[in-house]
T-cell receptor, first 114, second 113 residues
C-alpha cells in the first residue's frame, strides 16, 4: 500500500541536542511538507519542497533544517537553535499541482524535550 | 489577523445530533477548500474537498462554501461516537507554482453515546 512513513513515533531530545525526524513516501508525489502542530494553534508550515534538491522555508523555519536528496525522502532536523521544540510533527506529500487536491499525511512524530 | 479562523471548541453533542463546523478566511486567492479529520495521535486524513462556492455531499457529510462571505462549513448528520475527532479546515492557493495549504486551528468534537 502507498503511503507516508514517519519515524520514530516518539522522540526525546536533551537540551542542546540536534535530532532528525524521518519521512519517507512511496506515492511518487513531487511535493513534500513539514508541519508542526501545537495545541490550539493548528498546523504551521516549517519547510516544503517541490522537487529534489530544492526546498523553501515556511512560516516557522527558524531552528529547523531539511534536505531533499531523493524524491521519496524529506528528513527534518530540529537543531539546538529551536528553543521550544516540544510538539507533534507531521510530514505530508502531494502531487504538485494536478490530480489529487490536498495532502496525504504521515502518522506524525511526537518530540519531547527532557 | 490569521488567514483562516476556526473555533477550537471543544464541541460536545449527543449521538444522532447534527453537527455544524465552520471556518472563516480573509484571502480571496483561496480556490479549493478542504476538511480533514484527525484522530488523537494520528495524522489528518482528507475528508472532503470543494472548489469555489456551493455544496458537496458525501454520505452523512456535507461541505458548504460561500466565497462571497469567505465562510465554509462542514455538516455531519446522524453523528456517531466514531466521528469524535479534531476537524481541520484547510484552504489551497498556488504561490509561485507551489501548492500551499493553510489550516485552521481545528475544532475538537466529541459525540456522546
Amino acid at each position: 500500500d502507498g503511503g507516508i512513513t514517519q519515524s520514530p513515533k516518539y522522540l526525546f531530545r536533551k537540551e542542546g541536542q540536534n535530532v532528525t525526524l524521518s519521512c519517507e513516501q512511496n506515492l511518487n508525489h513531487d511535493a513534500m511538507y513539514w508541519y508542526r502542530q501545537d495545541p490550539g494553534q493548528g498546523l504551521r508550515l516549517i519547510y516544503y519542497s517541490q522537487i529534489v534538491n530544492d526546498f523553501q522555508k515556511g512560516d516557522i523555519a527558524e531552528g529547523y533544517s531539511v534536505s531533499r536528496e531523493k524524491k521519496e525522502s524529506f528528513p527534518l532536523t530540529v537543531t539546538s537553535a529551536q528553543k521550544n521544540p516540544t510538539a507533534f510533527y507531521l510530514c505530508a506529500s502531494s502531487i504538485a499541482l494536478r490530480g489529487q487536491y490536498g495532502y496525504t499525511f504521515g502518522s506524525g512524530t511526537r518530540l519531547t524535550v527532557v | 489577523q490569521k488567514e483562516v479562523e476556526q473555533d477550537p471548541g471543544p464541541l460536545s453533542v449527543p449521538e444522532g445530533a447534527i453537527v455544524s463546523l465552520n471556518c472563516t478566511y480573509s484571502n480571496s486567492a483561496f480556490q479549493y477548500f478542504m476538511w480533514y479529520r484527525q484522530y488523537s495521535r494520528k495524522g489528518p486524513e482528507l475528508l472532503m474537498y470543494t472548489y469555489s462556492s456551493g455544496n458537496k455531499e458525501d454520505g452523512r457529510f456535507t461541505a458548504q462554501v460561500d466565497k462571497s462571505s469567505k465562510y465554509i462549513s462542514l455538516f455531519i448528520r446522524d453523528s456517531q461516537p466514531s466521528d469524535s475527532a479534531t476537524y481541520l479546515c484547510a484552504m489551497r492557493s498556488i504561490i509561485q507554482g507551489a501548492q500551499k495549504l493553510v489550516f485552521g486551528q481545528g475544532t475538537r468534537l466529541t459525540i456522546n453515546p
